[in-house]
């Protein structure tokens, strides 16, 4: 089976810090993030079932 996604970042601007009420939740801040749209990842996984070990291989290098 090969499955392939494609994502694109996130850039926080205002980011996160800590929780002004931790039972509630509420953070001290807001968070603001843009999407930057016109940079992707890609990233493809297979599995092969005929391999004896776990391999994996990024930008054609085994790690």
Do not use: F, W
Not at 26 to 34: A, E, T
Not at 40 to 60: A, P, R, S
């Amino acid at each position: 089976m090969k499955v392939t996604a494609v994502a694109h970042p996130i850039q926080g601007l205002i980011k996160y810090h800590g929780l002004k009420n931790p039972v509630q939740r509420i953070p001290y801040h807001d968070s603001i993030s843009v999407c930057i749209q016109a940079l992707t990842t890609t990233t493809t996984v297979e599995t092969l079932e005929k391999l004896k070990k776990n391999e994996i291989v990024i930008n054609g290098k085994e790690s």
